[in-house]
Structures are given as structure tokens and as C-alpha cells.
């Protein structure tokens, strides 16, 4: 493709727009745009399918979803959390400009999210503070662990009702937390020195003070039970 080519550039105005112009490259064979996309390669499956419309489809069929990225590299797991992040928000959005969001929940379980969350300086408005500010609205909950509470977005965190506090071994992370919750400012002294496994300091939304509680270890035996009337109870 000529660029200086009089028949693309009628009246003065390039006939393709700038995508238009990435695939004709790409397509052309053109070495740069290759050399974006070679390191994908490795990623690509003949047999891949539209997994973000698949999730969708079981989420409103309220099935669990497990999505495993931990052998992936940071930069592919954020992507992939990002846009399936993206794609359940945008749909339950749909569904409540509709009127059709009826009694359906999505819940969201992030482990190891300081490697997904972005930092407190971000300035972009993410999808996770989306969550945050606009999820309850929209039938959207989240739960997320991290051993580093000073890597997550702050929006996050003053947005969290619950909290469950097991040890954090720095000062920065005991004081960075009892910044962003003041419920959390006096006990950063039990935090640090807490070495039992599963005892915990618990700040929920029902309750104002921190409360220390022991979790025992769950064993898989179930803890739901029901009486004779079918009424659960633990």
C-alpha cells in the first residue's frame, strides 16, 4: 500500500481510519505490527472459545465459576481479571437499566488481590472501585485476601464493610490499615504480635467495635444444619 497513493486520499482525507490502517498492515505482513503481536502466540488455542459470554450465561444460571490464573505472568492475570470484571459489570448494569435484575447476585472471590488490584496512587477509575462505589446498586459483592493491604486501591478499602485481620508483619501495613478503617487505630500492636493460626480481628458491618475471634479449621464436614421444619441454623 502506498500512503502517497492519489485514489486513498480523495479530497484531501485518507479514506482508512487508523484501525483500518493496523489490520491493512498487519495484513501486508508489516514487521512492527508483528512484532506486537508474535508474543501472544504462545496464548492463542485453535480450540478457545468465548469464554467472557460463557461465564455470563453460568453466572445467570447462578453456577460457580472458577477461573485459575495462578501460573500466569502479572501483566495476562490482570488483563484477564479486568475484562471479566468488566463483562460482569456491564451485564448486570444491562440488567438493571432493563428491569430484568430481578433477585440475581454475583458474588466475586479475588485471592492474592494486590497482584490484581491496582496501587492507591492510581488515578483512573477502575473497575474495581466501580465495584466498590456502584456494585451493591447493581447486585455485585466482592471478597478479596492480600497480605499487603498498602498495595490495594484506597476507593477499595474505605469501601469494604468487613474486615478479617489475621497477622501483617509490617508497621506500614498495620498503620496504612488503621488510616484508610480509624476502627482498626489501637490494635495494631495485637496485629503485628498475632502468631495463632486462625485467630483473628473481625470489624463488620453490624457491628462498630473490632472484635477478636478464634475460626476454627474447617474441615469440610458440612456446618449448615436444618430442623425438622427444613429452617437452617449453624
Known amino acids: 500500500m502506498y500512503a502517497n497513493d492519489p485514489s486513498l486520499n480523495p479530497h484531501g482525507q485518507h479514506i482508512f481510519d487508523n484501525d483500518e490502517t493496523l489490520m491493512i498492515n498487519m495484513l501486508c505482513g508489516n514487521g512492527f505490527a508483528m512484532d506486537l503481536l508474535r508474543p501472544c502466540r504462545q496464548f492463542h488455542s485453535p480450540h478457545a472459545s468465548h469464554f467472557t459470554e460463557d461465564i455470563l450465561r453460568a453466572l445467570h444460571d447462578s453456577k460457580t465459576i472458577i477461573v485459575n490464573l495462578s501460573s500466569a ?6 488483563y484477564f ?3 471479566i470484571c468488566t463483562s460482569i459489570f456491564h451485564e448486570q448494569e444491562r440488567k438493571f437499566v432493563s428491569n430484568t435484575l430481578e433477585n440475581r447476585y ?3 472471590y479475588f485471592e ?5 488490584f491496582p496501587t492507591s496512587n492510581s488515578t483512573t477509575l477502575s473497575i474495581y472501585s466501580r465495584f466498590a462505589k456502584e456494585g451493591a446498586k447493581f447486585n455485585i459483592g466482592i471478597v478479596y ?3 499487603s493491604p498498602s498495595t490495594v486501591n484506597k476507593d477499595l478499602l474505605a469501601q469494604t464493610e468487613n474486615f478479617f485481620i489475621g497477622h501483617l ?8 490499615l488503621s ?14 504480635r498475632n502468631r495463632t493460626p486462625g485467630f483473628m480481628q473481625v470489624l463488620t458491618f453490624s457491628h462498630r467495635y473490632v472484635v477478636p475471634v478464634q475460626a476454627h479449621m474447617y474441615t469440610g464436614e458440612p456446618r449448615v444444619l436444618t430442623d425438622e421444619h427444613g ?4
Do not use: W
Open 231 to 234: 429452617y437452617a441454623f449453624a
Open 106 to 108: 454475583v458474588q466475586v
Open 73 to 78: 505472568p502479572d501483566r495476562i492475570l490482570r
Open 112 to 116: 492474592e488481590a494486590h497482584n490484581i
Open 179 to 192: 488510616d484508610v478503617q480509624l476502627a482498626f487505630s489501637g490494635c495494631e500492636r495485637q496485629i503485628l
Open 145 to 147: 485476601c492480600t497480605q
Open 81 to 83: 481479571a479486568q475484562s
Open 169 to 176: 508483619s509490617s508497621k506500614l501495613e498495620a498503620s496504612y
